[in-house]
């Protein structure tokens, strides 16, 4: 499956993933079943003023002083739930503003563990007001819309300079942000808006991380690189550390 293919299915099912609104009213939530079910979750956070008020005190949130690992933008949980089983010693922030992706995220998680972890509905624009100055220990940021269609669109990219800056200072000294993505442009411009930027240190960076690195692992595969790595798609892989 192409991205243009897969970008046709997402518009297609665009009525499940509905972006985040303010008013949900009757007629949304019998359109989107999700919706009911993200509301009544005890792991899903809605509530930005709520949300935001956990900043600085996610240990209380988690009743534990363990480190933070977020993740942005993970699509249907695959990586999220096992890496959260993986490290119980950690918690666990998913940050998401769909809700069959926050739903499904959840229900994988809980059928592999059930604790030390939370799903933000929020953006990830807000890293700023959910997060206090050295609160994480790593991000993961895998296959985040490149926005790549035409250049106007560019300016909806994950990775501006306000947010590298703001996750830098929210990133505990020693740790590390982790990027992949399977667009080339995307990744080259990246690295040069990093290197622009002259905060975080490059300690590893492949263009075709399954061959070229010792980071690959075949259980770890989120939802999009299955399907790349099914096509013979190479992806793109680098870490950042503070």
Known sequence: MTRENINKFMKENEKFWLVFEEEITEKRMQTNPYISKVLESKNILTNETEIFEKAGNWGKYFWNKNWIYLEIWTWLGNFFSA???????KNFIWVEIKYKRLFITEQKTLEKWWKNFVLLKTKWQNIDRFLWNEEIERTYVFFPDPWWNKDRQKKHRLFQEKFIRDLYEKTKIGWKLIFKTDHREYFDTTLELFEKIWLWKIVLKSYD???ETDKFDSKDLTEFEAIFR???IKVNYVEFEK
Not at 83 to 89: G, I, L, Q, T
Request: negative net charge.
């Open 83 to 89: 890496e959260n089983a993986r490290k119980p010693e």
């Open 209 to 211: 991380y399954e061959k």
């Open 230 to 232: 099914e096509d013979k």
